[in-house]
């Protein structure tokens, strides 16, 4: 009577193929996380520069910091970098053009939103310039 079971060598060659599998799809996995993230990245800056932007065509003037765009709604609250893994941005306030009129109290507020994070993103380009 023959005993049944696997071989060494069925059991090393199920192991081998499982860790190649394994070694393909971690290197997958990864970058399917770094690019979550640029997706989150790149949709908050859009909802932020929206509301700056509906912020300024309301009001006439642009928020002086995004708690302004929280106080008034325009942002339910201010959102998470998730490269930089704070909820800390970089603000570009507005400056005056030449031979422009400035009024510092009405004109400088908030014009833009960006990463603090200077890491590179998959295409190459950074964070910080998106």
């Known amino acids: 009577?023959?005993?049944?079971?696997?071989?060494?060598?069925?059991?090393?060659?199920?192991?081998?193929?499982?860790?190649?599998?394994?070694?393909?799809?971690?290197?997958?996995?990864k970058y399917a996380v770094i690019r979550a993230r640029e997706a989150v990245l790149k949709e908050n800056l859009f909802q932020m520069r929206d509301a700056v932007n509906k912020y300024y065509f309301d009001k006439k003037k642009y928020p002086a910091s995004l708690d302004d765009l929280v106080s008034s709604r325009?942002?339910?609250?201010?959102?998470f970098d998730p490269i930089f893994k704070k909820k800390e941005w970089r603000l570009v306030m507005a400056e005056p053009l030449e031979g422009e009129e400035f009024d510092p109290e009405l004109a400088q507020g908030v014009v833009d939103v960006k990463s603090?994070?200077?890491?590179?993103?998959?295409?190459?380009?950074?964070?910080?310039?998106?």
């Open 1 to 29: 009577m023959a005993k049944k079971g696997f071989t060494l060598i069925e059991i090393l060659i199920v192991v081998t193929l499982i860790g190649i599998l394994v070694g393909i799809m971690v290197p997958q996995y």
């Open 74 to 79: 325009y942002l339910r609250e201010v959102p």
């Open 116 to 130: 603090l994070s200077q890491a590179a993103a998959l295409d190459g380009t950074s964070y910080a310039d998106w």
